[in-house]
C-alpha cells in the first residue's frame, strides 16, 4: 500500500451538506499513526447532535477547539509536512456520499482551496 493514503473521519453538528460544520476530525497515516486529532467550533458556531458524538461545549473547551478557518489551515499544514507536495489519498468510511462533501463545503465557506494533490 502506498505511504500516501491517509483515513479520515469527521465528527459534525449535522446532516445538511450545506449547513454541517465540523466539530472533530482524524487523520492517520496507514500504519495508523495520528496525523492529526483536532476539535473545532463549527463555522456557525451550532454546537448540535451531542446525543450521537458526545461533543458538547465543554468537551470542545477541554479539547482547545479552534475555529474551522484555523482547522482548515492545520489540517494543510499538517499534510504538506508529513508528505510535502506529494500526492496523497483521503478515504473515509463513507467519503463520497458524506464525509468528502462536508470537507470541501467547510474549506470553501472558509475562503481556503484544497490543494489539487488532494484525491478523494
Not at 6 to 33: H, P, R
Not at 44 to 63: F, M, P, S, V, Y
Amino acid at each position: 500500500m502506498s505511504d500516501n493514503y491517509i483515513f479520515y473521519d469527521i465528527e459534525t453538528n449535522g446532516l445538511d451538506y450545506d449547513t454541517t460544520g465540523i466539530m472533530q476530525i482524524t487523520l492517520l497515516d496507514v500504519n495508523g499513526n495520528i496525523i492529526l486529532n483536532q476539535y473545532t467550533y463549527p463555522f456557525d458556531n451550532r454546537i448540535d447532535c451531542t446525543a450521537i458524538h458526545g461533543i458538547d461545549e465543554q468537551k470542545l473547551i477541554d479539547n482547545k477547539a479552534i475555529s474551522t478557518v484555523d482547522l482548515c489551515t492545520l489540517m494543510k499544514q499538517s499534510i504538506r509536512n508529513k508528505y510535502g507536495r506529494k500526492d496523497i489519498y483521503l478515504i473515509a468510511y463513507n467519503n463520497f456520499g458524506y464525509d468528502q462533501i462536508i470537507l470541501e463545503n467547510n474549506f470553501k465557506i472558509c475562503g481556503i482551496q484544497i490543494p489539487d494533490t488532494w484525491y478523494f
